[in-house]
C-alpha cells in the first residue's frame, strides 16, 4: 500500500522523528491541562471567594509557564516534522530521477515528457503535503483527541462515556470520503499530467505550431485537458463540502445538546459544579477542533496517495534498459562489428528487420541506406545496446555485445546524431562532458581536427560560450561540428554515424563532409546515409527494405546490379530512376 510504503521512508530520520512526536506529546498534554487549571480555580477558588496571594500566583504563574512551555514545544514539533518531510521528498525526488535516467528507450517511447516531468514534480510535491500537513496535523490532533477525553473522564466518567460514540461516527465519514474521492483524485492527477505532456509538445514543436497554424487546435486539446481537470477538482470540492464540514457541524451540535441535557439532568438530581461544566463545554469544543483539522486535512491526505501511487508506479517500472550480463569484462580493441541473423520488433508483433547478418572488419565503413522506415535506425540502436536484441547476435570483436560493461560500451563507441543534443553550459564542456582527464588542449585538439576551432575561436566568448537549453543559439551545421568535437575528444574505436540531411551552406557542408572523412579513418564506421554520393567510399553498403538486406557490395558493385540501390542513386542524382 502506498501509504505504508510512504511511511517507510521515514525510516532514515527514526530519531529525529520520535523526538518530535514526543515534543508533539508534551505540547498537547501543556494543552489539555490548561482548561483543568482553570476549571479547578473556578471550582475551588472562584466560587467560593477564596483568593490567597499564593494560589492566585501559584494558578496564575503555573499557566503561564504551561503556556510558554506549550508555544516552545509546538515551535521545536513543527519545525521537525517539516524539515523530516522536505528530506523525505528530497529522496523521493532523487529515486525517482535515478530510476528515470536507467529505464530503457522503449519506456520512454510510450511515456509523453511532459507527464514524466508531472509525476517527478507535481505528484512528489502532493506527497510532500503527506508529511508536512498531514501526518503531523493527523498525529497532532490523534494525540489531542486522546488528551481530550482523558481530560474529560477525569471531570466526569459518565458524560466522557457519552461522547465515545463520536469517535466510530468521525472515523465512518472518514472512510467514505476517502473511498469516493479517490477516483475523483486519479482522474484529476491524470488530467494535470496530460497537460504537462500537452505544454511540452507545443513548447516542443512551437515553430511547426506556429508555421503550420496549429494553434486554434493546440489550444483547444489543451482547454479539454484544463477543462475536465477543473470538473474533477469541483466534483471534489462538493464532496469535501458535503461531507466534511458539515457532517462534523452536525455532530457538534447534537453532542453539545447531549452534554446540556446531561447537566439540566444532573442539576435536578445533585449539585453541578460549574467548573466543571465549563471544563467540559471547553473540552467539548476542543475535541470538534482536531476532528475538523482532521477532516480538513482528509482530501490533502487522499491527494497525496493517489500522487504517491503515481509516483510508486514509476519506481516499480521494470523495463531498464539493456544491463551487461555474465561475469567477465571483454575490452574493444579492434572494433569487428558482426550481425548475425538478428531479426528484432519494438512491439512484439511487428519485425521491423529481419535476419540480419553483416560484418564490419576492423576499420571499415559499412553504409546502410533505404528508403525511410527501412530499418536504418533500429540497426544503430541495437548495436548502440538501447534495446535488448533477443533473435540473432550481435558480436563486438568477437564478444556478445551484452557482455560488456556499459562504460567500455560508452568510451568506445561514439554515436553522432543527425540532430545533434547540446548541454546547457558553454562549449567547453559540451566537447569536454565534464570528463576532467580531458584536458583543454586537448577539446582544442579535437575541435580543431573536426574544423570547428575556426568557428567557434570566433564567437564572443571562445570556447566559454555559453550553451542554451539544446544549443537552440547555435545553427545546425555549428552544433554538429561541437558534437563531432565531442566525439572525438572521447577518441572512439567505432563511430556510428546518423548523417545530417539538415542543409547547411556550401562552407560548413564541406567542413562536415572533410571531418566525417578524417574522423572515420582508422575507426569501424557505421554510417546511415541519406545522401548517396558521401558514401560512395565505403567498403561495404547495405541496401534495406522493409527491414530486409536485399543488397550487398560496394558502390560500383551495386551499380552495376541495376537493383534498388542503382534506382536511388540515379533518383538523387538525376532526379529520375531511368
Ligand atoms: N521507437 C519505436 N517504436 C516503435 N516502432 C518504431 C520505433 N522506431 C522506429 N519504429 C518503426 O520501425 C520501422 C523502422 O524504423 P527506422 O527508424 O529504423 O527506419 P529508418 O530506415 O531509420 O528510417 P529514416 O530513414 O526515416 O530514419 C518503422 O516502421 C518505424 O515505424
Known amino acids: 500500500m502506498a501509504i505504508k510504503r510512504l511511511l517507510r521512508y521515514l525510516k532514515t530520520y527514526k530519531k529525529r522523528f520520535w523526538i518530535a512526536f514526543a515534543a508533539l506529546l508534551a505540547a498537547t498534554g501543556a494543552d489539555v491541562v ?16 477564596n483568593f490567597n496571594r499564593e494560589s492566585l500566583l501559584l494558578f496564575g504563574g503555573g499557566y503561564l509557564l504551561l503556556q510558554f512551555i506549550s508555544a516552545g514545544l509546538h515551535y521545536y514539533q513543527l519545525l521537525s516534522f517539516q524539515t523530516i518531510a522536505q528530506w523525505v521528498i528530497r529522496q523521493l525526488r532523487m529515486d525517482v530521477f ?26 512528489t510535491e502532493a506527497v510532500k503535503d503527506l508529511y508536512i500537513n498531514v501526518l503531523s496535523s493527523f498525529m497532532q490532533n490523534m494525540v489531542l483527541l486522546i488528551g481530550v477525553f482523558i481530560a474529560m473522564f477525569v471531570l466526569d466518567v459518565q458524560l466522557a462515556l457519552w461522547c465515545l460514540f463520536l469517535l466510530p461516527v468521525v472515523f465512518t465519514i472518514m472512510q467514505w470520503y476517502r473511498r469516493l474521492s479517490s477516483k475523483i483524485y486519479h482522474i484529476s492527477r491524470q488530467k494535470l499530467s496530460q497537460m504537462n505532456a500537452k505544454l511540452n509538445e507545443s513548447i516542443q514543436g512551437m515553430n511547426m505550431i506556429q508555421s503550420l497554424r496549429q494553434e486554434e487546435r493546440m489550444r483547444q486539446e489543451f482547454g479539454a485537458l484544463n477543462h475536465d481537470h477543473y470538473r474533477a477538482a469541483i466534483k471534489n470540492l462538493k464532496l469535501f463540502a458535503l461531507m466534511l464540514r458539515p457532517a462534523t457541524q452536525l455532530l457538534s451540535v447534537i453532542t453539545v445538546v447531549v452534554v446540556l441535557n446531561f447537566f439540566g439532568f444532573q442539576s435536578f438530581t445533585g449539585a453541578v459544579k460549574i467548573g466543571v461544566l465549563y471544563g467540559f463545554l471547553n473540552l467539548l469544543d476542543r475535541i470538534f477542533e482536531p476532528i475538523n483539522q482532521m477532516m480538513m486535512r482528509l482530501s490533502q491526505l487522499q491527494q497525496a496517495i493517489v500522487s504517491a501511487e503515481r509516483v510508486f508506479e514509476l519506481l516499480d517500472r521494470t523495463e531498464y534498459a539493456p544491463q551487461k550480463q555474465g561475469d567477465g569484462n571483454p575490452v574493444i580493441t579492434s572494433g569487428r562489428i558482426e550481425f548475425d541473423n538478428v531479426s528484432f520488433s519494438y512491439d512484439g508483433r511487428h519485425d521491423v528487420l529481419k535476419n540480419i547478418s553483416f560484418v564490419a ?14 530499418g536504418k535506425s533500429s540497426i544503430i540502436n541495437l548495436l548502440m545496446r538501447f534495446y535488448p536484441v533477443e533473435r540473432g547476435t550481435i558480436k563486438i570483436d568477437g564478444q556478445p555485445l551484452n557482455s560488456f560493461d556499459d562504460k567500455e560500451l560508452r568510451a568506445k563507441i561514439g554515436l553522432v546524431l543527425q540532430d545533434p543534443f547540446l548541454f546547457v553550459g558553454d562549449v567547453k564542456s559540451n566537447i569536454r562532458l565534464h570528463n576532467k582527464s580531458i584536458s583543454d588542449e586537448q577539446v582544442k585538439e579535437a575541435a580543431q581536427f573536426v574544423q570547428a576551432a575556426p568557428f567557434i575561436e570566433k564567437l564572443p566568448g571562445g570556447y566559454d560560450e555559453p550553451v542554451g537549453e539544446r544549443g537552440a543559439t547555435f545553427s545546425s551545421g555549428q552544433r554538429q561540428l561541437i558534437s563531432f568535437a565531442r566525439t572525438m575528444a572521447m577518441n572512439p574505436k567505432v563511430l556510428v554515424l546518423d548523417e545530417a540531411t539538415a542543409s547547411v551552406d556550401t562552407e560548413t557542408e564541406e567542413a562536415i563532409q572533410s571531418a566525417l572523412e578524417k574522423m572515420r579513418k582508422g575507426r569501424t564506421t557505421i554510417a546511415i546515409a541519406h545522401r548517396l554520393s558521401t558514401i560512395q567510399d565505403a567498403d561495404l553498403i547495405i541496401v534495406l527494405h522493409r527491414g530486409e ?21 540515379l533518383l538523387q542524382a538525376y532526379g529520375t530512376a531511368s
Open 34 to 49: 490548561s482548561p483543568l487549571i482553570v476549571s479547578t480555580f473556578i471550582d475551588y477558588h472562584l466560587v467560593p471567594r
Open 549 to 569: 538486406i536485399v543488397e550487398r557490395g560496394t558502390h560500383q558493385e551495386l551499380l552495376a546490379k541495376q537493383g534498388l540501390y542503382h534506382k536511388m542513386y
Open 98 to 123: 535515478g530510476k528515470v535516467q536507467h529505464l530503457g528507450l522503449s519506456f520512454f517511447d510510450r511515456i509523453p515528457d511532459g507527464s514524466l516531468v508531472s509525476r517527478i514534480t507535481n505528484d
Open 361 to 374: 572488419e576492423p576499420g571499415q565503413t559499412v553504409a546502410l541506406v533505404g528508403h525511410t522506415g527501412s
